[in-house]
């Protein structure tokens, strides 16, 4: 499961009721599609944003702040955009959950006022409440995969397979470690997953720390692949740690509701990364009121 260069956001979803003709090779995940040439690797600077947690089910003021968030995402005109989870609030209902699905694509769709931008979306819990794990994968495809970005090597993973939920292990984690491997050579690589490793909020021992044994085993292999940093969702704020020279992000403030005070991390924002062959740099985008 692993895609070289140019990605394209499909947000439209034939599942969902919505017309869609984007062509979706077969060993691709859904909203990751060829490019019609090959992707090159351009020298000089390249930007990303990373974004998590909207939630907005059906309430008006998210769903408006979901499209700020996409339209201010747009403007940085990034060439990747990533997604740390929870982009619907979840329901047991498949009909609820296919609206809010709705709800979220068509508020997400000022991403595109400047042309295609592709997406890299992780799992989140509330992406698959409710035993509706068929409806995540079918309007943003595989649940964990890695890809090339220029000279940086992406890697999505998911922290809410069934059976498997907080941990990264069995099949996932075989594949993972085979993926760092054949990446060793990438001078940048970073990881995307919804729960964090190291929480410092409301799920401090609800999240990948549940299970110190397999968090303490992702943590060593990331230390020692040397992953340049690791973004999370999960806990609806911004914090940075940085443990044994893996950079750690929590990035979930794209509109749920926030679970901390502003100057611990509680506001809206994205993160804008810039990066070079060799170097990145992490700007915290507030949204403004």
Not at 148 to 162: G, K, S, Y
Not at 257 to 266: R, T
Not at 270 to 276: G, I, S
Request: charged letters at 20%.
């Amino acid at each position: 499961m692993r895609y070289r260069l140019v990605l394209s956001l499909v947000l439209c979803v034939g599942l969902l009721g919505v017309a869609c003709a984007q062509v979706k090779p077969k060993e691709l995940p859904s909203p990751v599609v060829r490019p019609p040439t090959e992707a090159k690797s351009e020298p000089g600077s390249h930007v990303f944003c990373v974004f998590g947690d909207c939630r907005p089910d059906g309430d008006a003021s998210r769903l408006a702040l979901t499209s700020r968030l996409a339209s201010v995402m747009a403007d940085e005109r990034p060439e990747l955009v990533i997604g740390t989870g929870d982009y619907v609030d979840g329901a047991s209902n498949a009909a609820k959950q296919k609206q809010q699905w709705n709800d979220f694509l068509r508020s997400f769709w000022p991403l595109q006022k400047h042309g295609p931008v592709p997406f890299a979306a992780a799992v989140g819990n509330h992406d698959v409440s409710g035993g509706m794990g068929g409806i995540f994968t079918g309007t943003l495809g595989t649940r964990y995969y890695s890809f090339d970005l220029a000279r940086a090597h992406f890697i999505v993973l998911d922290t809410e397979q069934p059976g498997q939920v907080g941990q990264i292990t069995g099949a996932q984690w075989s594949w993972l470690c085979q993926d760092l491997q054949a990446a060793r050579a990438a001078p940048l690589i970073f990881v995307v997953l919804h729960e964090p490793l190291f929480p410092v909020s409301v799920h401090r021992g609800s999240s990948l720390d549940k299970y110190p044994k397999y968090r303490d085993r992702l943590h060593m292999l990331f230390a020692q692949m040397k992953v340049s940093a690791v973004f999370a969702g999960h806990e609806h704020l911004y914090n940075h740690q940085k443990r044994d020279g893996v950079n750690y992000f929590i990035t979930a403030g794209g509109g749920a509701p926030l679970y901390a005070s502003a100057p611990n991390g509680g506001f809206y924002h994205y993160l804008k990364v810039t990066f070079t062959d060799r170097e990145f740099a992490v700007t915290v985008q507030r949204l403004s009121n």
